[in-house]
Nanobody, 125 residues
Framework: VQLQASGGGLVQAGGSLRLSCTIS????????VTWFRQAPGKEREFVAA????????AFSDSAKGRFTLSRDNTEKTVHLQMSSLRPEDTAAYFC???????????????????WGQGTLVTVSS
C-alpha cells in the first residue's frame, strides 16, 4: 500500500489550500484515512479522519469549522480542504491509512501502519 500526499504550499493567513492523499491499492474503500500534522519541535497530531466504509468523519477542535474532507473513489483519493488558515496551521501534513478500525481509536497515530510522505504547509501572517 502506497500513499501519496500532495497540495502543500505557502499561503497567507486567511487563505485556503487543498491537500490530496492518493492510495494505491484495491481495497481503498475499506480503509480509515487520516491526516496528521507535525510542526517543528512538536509531536505529530491528529487533524481529520474519514472512515471510507461509512463516511464517518472526525476533526480536531482546531480543524472543526475550517477544514473539510472529501473523497474521489475513481482516483482513490481523499482531499483535505483547509480554509481560514492560520500561522499555527504551519506544519508538515501526513496522510495515513489503516484497515477499518475502532472509531474511538481513529485519532491514535499508533494504530496506522501505512503513511505517506509529508507535504509542507506554510501559512504566513
Amino acid at each position: 500500500v502506497q500513499l501519496q500526499a500532495s497540495g502543500g504550499g505557502l499561503v497567507q493567513a486567511g487563505g485556503s489550500l487543498r491537500l490530496s492523499c492518493t492510495i494505491s491499492e484495491p481495497t481503498f474503500s475499506r480503509r480509515d484515512v487520516t491526516w496528521f500534522r507535525q510542526a517543528p519541535g512538536k509531536e505529530r497530531e491528529f487533524v481529520a479522519a474519514v472512515r471510507l466504509t461509512d463516511r464517518s468523519t472526525a476533526f480536531s477542535d482546531s480543524a472543526k469549522g475550517r477544514f473539510t474532507l472529501s473523497r474521489d473513489n475513481t482516483e482513490k483519493t481523499v482531499h483535505l480542504q483547509m480554509s481560514s488558515l492560520r500561522p499555527e496551521d504551519t506544519a508538515a501534513y501526513f496522510c495515513a491509512a489503516r484497515s477499518r478500525g475502532v472509531l474511538s481509536s481513529i485519532r491514535d497515530k499508533t494504530t496506522y501502519y501505512y503513511w505517506g510522505q509529508g507535504t509542507l504547509v506554510t501559512v504566513s501572517s
